[in-house]
């Protein structure tokens, strides 16, 4: 499996977009870049997923470098109640499970 | 919206007793999960569960674990006999054929005392 690196954990100004950035320079050409959150105590929620083209849905927008070693999950407007663990995760077109990592803690702070 | 619902919110039990934890998926997904999440942990996969067989699953899903879909709507893990080390947060998750996102539930918070 590809692994993932992601910081341990940032802070973010309520209102100002979050960049979260992800390495994944081992990821192999049929492998997606996928990102989950997960609110304390939820389940994980599904973000937004790509292949190598940039993605863009009504939560995030995901952006891949043209290698695909890395990319970054983009919140635009930061509110508090994303305030959350971020997994970015590398999953084959065939693979059925999510291999979690630690993820980014993310603080959204007023 | 619809969601994937799990049964009880938290369930307290016996080492070396039996635990049947409950899912109904989304009613029209097609591929089951079991996940946990030991407290302060990572969300670690179990198993997968497609067209009423296992699909994958992990090395933490041994024989004291094993999953059925009764009836058209549930999907239950049951663990045999407890141990101290499976308390831990299980979440249900489900899938419908062609789209990638996983749904997960609420879970069900599992104490082994």
């Known amino acids: 499996d590809a692994k993932t690196t992601q910081p341990t954990s940032m802070d973010c100004a309520e209102g100002r977009a979050a960049n979260l950035p992800c390495n994944h320079s081992t990821i192999s050409g049929n492998e997606y870049v996928y990102w989950y959150r997960q609110i304390h105590p939820q389940g994980p929620q599904y973000i937004i997923h790509g292949l190598k083209n940039n993605e863009t849905n009504e939560m995030a927008s995901l952006i891949i470098t043209e290698d695909r070693k890395s990319s970054t999950l983009i919140l635009p407007h930061a509110t508090l109640r994303d305030t959350a663990v971020y997994y970015c995760i590398v999953r084959g077109s065939n693979d059925y499970k999510l291999s979690f990592g630690a993820g980014t803690t993310v603080t959204v702070r007023a | 919206e619809p969601e994937v619902t799990q049964t009880p919110s938290h369930q307290v039990t016996q080492m070396g007793q039996e635990v049947i934890l409950h899912c109904v998926p989304i009613s029209n997904h097609l591929y089951f999960y079991w996940y946990r999440q030991i407290l302060g942990q990572k969300v670690e996969f179990l198993v997968s569960?497609?067209?009423?067989?296992?699909?994958?699953k992990s090395e933490i899903f041994d024989d004291q674990f094993s999953v059925e879909r009764p009836d058209g709507s549930n999907f239950t893990l049951k663990i045999r006999s407890t141990k101290l080390e499976d308390s831990a947060m299980y979440f249900c998750?489900?899938?419908?054929?062609?789209?990638?996102?996983?749904?997960f539930g609420q879970g069900t918070r599992l104490t082994v005392v």
């Open positions: 569960f497609y067209n009423n067989e296992i699909s994958e």
């Open positions: 998750a489900s899938r419908y054929s062609g789209y990638p996102e996983a749904f």
